[in-house]
Nanobody
Framework: QVQLVESGGGLVQAGGSLRLSCAAS????????MAWFRQAPGKERELIAATTWTGGNTYYADSVKGRFTISGDNAKNTVYLQMNSLKPEDTAVYLC????????????WGQGTQVTVSS
């Protein structure tokens, strides 16, 4: 059974940092694209970062570029999202997702972790 389990969310002041983790299990993810999405109340789900396990190809949304870093640890089957210089508008539920490289759709999703940034 495939599972993506996020952790690391919480409450932080503006300007602070958090590191989210996504532990993947249930299959080999080496050929998958791993991504972080977020969804704020009343807003559409937004893709904010994606990477391959080799780290050779990464994507960042303009809204987080220069502040967030996505990385993966193959040995631990874990993907991270380091979030620095957090802003109140970063407040959202953050979700980890995975898809095969040849697919456009994300097949697997975590349950999400709440990030709240206070001003």
């Amino acid at each position: 059974q495939v599972q993506l389990v996020e952790s690391g969310g919480g409450l932080v002041q503006a300007g602070g940092s958090l590191r989210l983790s996504c532990a993947a299990s249930g299959r080999t993810f080496s050929s998958y694209v791993m991504a972080w999405f977020r969804q704020a109340p009343g807003k559409e789900r937004e893709l904010i970062a994606a990477t391959t396990w080799t780290g050779g190809n990464t994507y960042y949304a303009d809204s987080v570029k220069g502040r967030f870093t996505i990385s993966g640890d193959n040995a631990k089957n874990t993907v991270y999202l380091q979030m620095n210089s957090l802003k109140p508008e970063d407040t959202a539920v953050y979700l980890c997702a995975a898809r095969v490289r040849s697919s456009r759709a994300y097949d697997y999703w975590g349950q999400g972790t709440q990030v709240t940034v206070s001003s």
